[in-house]
């Protein structure tokens, strides 16, 4: 059995917090390449090193402290949200750092350490982990932009002085990611444990509708051609057409809205908006973007808008490993008996892309609340030493074979 010390454990996860720290509850603020994220990267390379673990930090900013020989690779991410919650990635960027120190004080297993890079899509989706793990070229990462259009290519340049080479899979026999749950069933039922028996799939591309920028005064309402309003009539109608396809499980989001010139006085011209869907079921995120081409497309010839997409960006649904997720079903049994269930994804993780190559599995803890991507999201923490207990039993029951 491998001895976790959960205050040392908490003592890392505040100190990663205050990267960062956005002063509003426990929330921070630490994108992709930020000032911050850069800062905790570092401070996360020292406590790699100090376990004498091989740092290596690849041209996306991925953050690797390697264990001699095969081993079991353990993770998450540490970049946040705009608004971000504290344990979001954090967690198990630590909890992984926490069993590594106590395999090595156990003489074994090997265990390795990633911080994978924005994970949180400033650029794209899970963009760190799509690059190492092949489902996109390094090349079309660097032309993503974020919502203020940086270019990613520019933005990586941030950790430049830190790249030290590429980190190849095959040095890893899996994956384990240990996550808060982000929703609210956890917080609902009591149970203490999510094992995750599979990861959603989701769809997200940038939707531009150009009409005619006027005077908010003398343009007649039925001579305008208002962006805002061909997005509003757009929802309105996707809303109600997706509705013969989806299930209680599907959701969709349009979470960002720019209309230029965005100024009270001025009917907008343009407004370029984010659209994301996610899905357990391909066919049916196939079926949704059906939909909502055909939606945008009938908006923009009633409305006298033109219609423009930015690039579609989407990950699959993936199965968790069988063999992995019982090691963790073991450990949730033994930790909190009978007080653990099996249960899907609704949120993106990195262990999507890690599953192109390895066999992986993900533990969750409960979130107070349901909330996260918010400076709300928070965890109670015994729950929190609960869930590296699982982890680091799962990890004693594998070995560095896994
Ligand atoms: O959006 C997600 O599911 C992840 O938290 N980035
Ligand atoms: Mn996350
Ligand atoms: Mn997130």
Not at 52 to 68: K, W
Not at 249 to 259: D, E, R
Not at 387 to 393: C, I, K
């Amino acid at each position: 059995m491998l001895q976790i010390d959960g205050d040392r454990f908490l003592a890392d996860l505040h100190m990663l917090r205050s990267f960062g720290a956005a002063g509003v509850g426990k929330g921070v603020v630490r994108p992709a390449y930020s000032e911050a994220d850069v800062a905790a990267r570092r401070w996360l390379a020292t406590q790699m090193k100090g376990l004498g673990l091989r740092v290596e930090i690849d041209a996306m900013g991925n953050l690797f402290g390697l264990a001699e020989g095969p081993s079991l690779l353990l993770g998450s991410h540490s970049d946040s949200q705009p608004e971000g919650g504290w344990l979001d990635g954090a967690l198990g960027v630590i909890a992984a750092l926490e069993v590594a120190r106590a395999a090595q004080e156990a003489g074994g297993p090997a265990v390795s350490v990633v911080s994978f890079q924005d994970e949180e899509g400033r650029f794209g989706v899970t963009t760190g982990s799509a690059v190492w793990s092949g489902q996109l070229s390094l090349a079309d990462a660097d032309v993503l932009k974020d919502d203020a259009g940086v270019a990613l290519g520019d933005a990586r340049q941030a950790m430049a002085g830190m790249v030290t080479g590429d980190v190849a899979p095959d040095l890893f026999t899996g994956f384990i990611e240990m996550h808060i749950e982000q929703g609210p069933a956890l917080d609902t039922s009591g149970e203490k444990i999510g094992v995750v028996t599979d990861i959603v799939g989701i769809r997200d591309m940038k939707i531009t509708f150009e009409g005619q920028q006027n005077h908010a005064g003398t343009t007649p309402m039925h001579l305008r051609r208002d962006a805002f309003q061909a997005v509003s009539a757009f929802n309105t109608l996707l809303n109600d057409r997706l509705r013969n396809v989806v299930t209680p499980q599907t959701v969709w989001t349009i979470g960002h809205v720019s209309l230029h010139p965005n100024a009270s006085s001025i009917v907008p011209g343009r407004a370029v908006f984010s659209m994301q869907w996610r899905d357990a079921d391909t066919d049916r995120l196939a079926r949704m973007e059906t939909i909502i081409r055909e939606t945008a497309a009938e908006v923009a010839q009633t409305q006298g808008m033109t219609l423009s997409y930015g690039t579609l960006l989407g990950l699959e649904p993936v199965a968790m490993d069988t063999r992995l997720r019982s090691a963790l079903e073991a450990g949730a049994e033994a930790v909190t008996p009978g007080n653990w269930r099996k249960m899907p994804s609704g949120a993106l993780h990195d262990a999507t892309n890690v599953a192109r190559f390895l066999p992986v599995a993900m533990v969750f803890v409960p979130s107070i609340g349901g909330l996260s991507h918010t400076f709300a999201e928070d965890t109670a923490e015994d729950d929190l030493v609960a869930g590296v207990l699982v982890l680091a039993h799962a990890v004693a029951a594998l070995g560095s074979g896994a």
